[in-house]
């Protein structure tokens, strides 16, 4: 029987065991029956406990393992932890797997048409930093961690080269 941890986007944990070969399982020791037909590779048709849902998978990012889903039309974002990832935690261990990111290196040479942070400003992962212009396309650069802006090398109308530093964490 396979184990995992499902993290809701609203912080609500769901412990999932299932037999794939018994189409069985249990979420939080209430135990269910399902049945998975694939309509092609991002949607499906699943019947648990007679009931039927349409599944379209949305996006995942394997890296931080998270799924953003739809089910009958309604989106679901969570995290699904398995048993190694649960083994880190419980050691205190999870946090090692991140790495520190000192800086953001421009990916391709281009020209720096608007730089949207500060020195000292906090930005979470995801947030734009700058918006780099390389063959007449405009690149939003995001920022690769959480932080604080610590210095910024480069200025609005700079030519920069391909790993050239752009900001400093």
Known sequence: MDEIKVISEDKKEYQISFDTNLNSGQINSEQFNWDI????????????NNKSY???????????????????????????????DQLL??????????????????????????????VG???????????????????VIKSPTDGVIKSIVIKKGDAVEKNQVLINF
């Not at 037909?37 to 648990?48: D, Q």
């Not at 349409?54 to 089910?71: A, G, P, Q, S």
């Not at 090692?96 to 942070?117: C, D, E």
Request: charged fraction near 25%.
């Open 121 to 139: 400003q906090t930005v979470q992962k995801g947030d734009t930093l700058l918006i780099l212009e390389a063959m007449k396309m405009e690149n």
């Open 37 to 48: 037909v694939s309509i092609n590779e991002r949607t499906f048709h699943v019947l648990k």
């Open 54 to 84: 349409n599944v379209e998978l949305l996006k995942v990012n394997f890296d931080e393992k998270n799924y953003f889903i739809k089910i009958n039309g309604k989106k679901f974002k969570f995290t699904v932890q398995d048993k190694y």
């Open 89 to 118: 935690k419980s050691l205190g261990l999870d946090s090692m797997a991140a790495t520190k990111v000192l800086n953001v290196k421009a990916p391709m040479p281009g020209l720096v048409i608007n730089i949207a942070v500060e």
